[in-house]
């Protein structure tokens, strides 16, 4: 079902499975990498990564959106900051609607990248 509504809003992807099974989808919208996951047709997340912020920063991000989430990750080899967003679709959802939510989520994508960018230009000017 992700496949053929992101065919039809003419997104390119690729496809693969994370280590734990879970398919996942990799594309671009407004300039930005996005990854969505699909758990079983239940939960649907997509996320995108930044060079990591300040906790701060993050902080007053959040506080301003509603529907979306910034978090610090560290991995085994580097840390990152996430924008991240879920949609749980077990009551029942349409493709239109999950058409929409990903199409959002490419906004929300670029404008926290907006966000991050002035950010890291106030620190150069420091």
């Known amino acids: ?36 996951y699909n758990f079983g047709g239940k ?5 995108v990564h930044y060079r990591k912020l300040s906790l701060e920063d993050i902080n007053r991000y959040n506080l301003n959106r509603k529907f979306v989430r910034v978090v610090n990750y560290k991995g ?16 029942g959802v349409t493709d239109a609607m999950i058409r929409h939510w990903i199409i959002s989520f490419g906004e929300d994508a670029r404008h926290f990248a907006d966000y991050a960018k002035k950010l890291q230009q106030t620190a150069e000017k420091k």
Not at 43 to 47: A, E, H, S, T, Y
């Open 1 to 36: 079902k992700i496949e053929n509504i992101l065919k039809t809003a003419a997104i390119t992807y690729k496809s693969a499975k994370n280590t734990a099974g879970v398919p996942m989808f990799d594309f671009e919208l407004n300039g930005q990498k996005l990854r969505l």
């Open 43 to 47: 939960d649907l997340m997509m996320d």
């Open 76 to 91: 085994k080899d580097t840390e990152y900051t996430a924008l991240e967003i879920n949609f749980d679709c077990e009551a």
